[in-house]
């Protein structure tokens, strides 16, 4: 159970880790724009070497920040229970702290997936479009791995949870 923990927590550090850096970060697409290299994120952009502030109140942008802050969100919450698992004194009776850190991690995956969809969504639909040389950029790279590492995350903290349940409910009473 605790190596499952263990690698739970590792799991989820590095993505929170992650998640917090992707969004923070201005270079989720880069783009060339009259002779001269642009990037972008969710906050700025830049062109050349002067960056700005996203100033317009863009729907999909509004909704990619909103996701990813959620995600980071959930995912701090499930570190703390996580770390709080080890602990191994139930608050709760019905409660598993493994249980709710696996449940956490999932719902960041969720929110992080749903915030990628639609950035993706949008940059290919319409901003590809727009800009005839373009990518996507190592901010972007890194919400996905963030999402991998939170879904890793999830999928220990459930596997500590069904050996902790087994052995309780093996246990002789």
Same mark, same amino acid.
């Given at each position: 159970?605790?190596?499952?923990?263990?690698?739970?927590?590792?799991?989820?550090?590095?993505?929170?880790?992650? &998640?917090?850096?992707?969004?923070?970060?201005?270079?989720?697409?880069?783009?060339?724009?009259?002779?001269?290299?642009?990037?972008?994120?969710?906050?700025?952009?830049? &062109?050349?070497?002067?960056?700005?502030?996203?100033?317009?109140?863009?729907?999909?942008?509004?909704?990619?920040?909103?996701?990813?802050? &959620?995600?980071?969100?959930?995912?701090?919450?499930?570190?703390?229970?996580?770390?709080?698992?080890?602990?191994?004194?139930?608050?709760?009776?019905? &409660?598993?702290?493994?249980?709710?850190?696996?449940?956490?991690?999932?719902?960041?995956?969720?929110?992080?997936?749903?915030?990628?969809?639609?950035?993706?969504?949008?940059?290919?639909?319409?901003?590809?479009?727009?800009?005839?040389?373009?990518?996507?950029?190592?901010?972007?790279?890194?919400?996905?791995?963030?999402?991998?590492?939170?879904?890793?995350?999830?999928?220990?903290?459930?596997?500590?949870?069904?050996?902790?349940?087994?052995?309780?409910?093996?246990?002789?009473?």
């Amino acid at each position: 159970m605790y190596s499952f923990m263990g690698g739970g927590l590792f799991c989820a550090w590095v993505g929170t880790i992650l &998640l917090v850096v992707a969004t923070a970060t201005d270079h989720w697409m880069q783009y060339r724009l009259s002779g001269s290299f642009a990037h972008q994120g969710l906050w700025r952009y830049c &062109l050349g070497n002067k960056c700005y502030l996203q100033t317009e109140s863009i729907a999909y942008w509004n909704a990619t920040r909103a996701f990813m802050i &959620l995600s980071s969100l959930c995912a701090t919450s499930g570190i703390i229970m996580g770390i709080l698992a080890f602990a191994q004194q139930p608050t709760f009776t019905r &409660l598993s702290r493994p249980f709710s850190a696996g449940i956490m991690f999932f719902a960041s995956t969720f929110f992080v997936l749903l915030a990628l969809a639609i950035y993706t969504g949008v940059t290919v639909s319409f901003l590809g479009r727009r800009f005839g040389d373009w990518r996507f950029s190592w901010s972007y790279i890194l919400g996905w791995v963030a999402l991998l590492m939170a879904f890793f995350a999830g999928i220990f903290y459930m596997c500590a949870y069904r050996m902790h349940e087994c052995r309780r409910l093996s246990a002789p009473r």
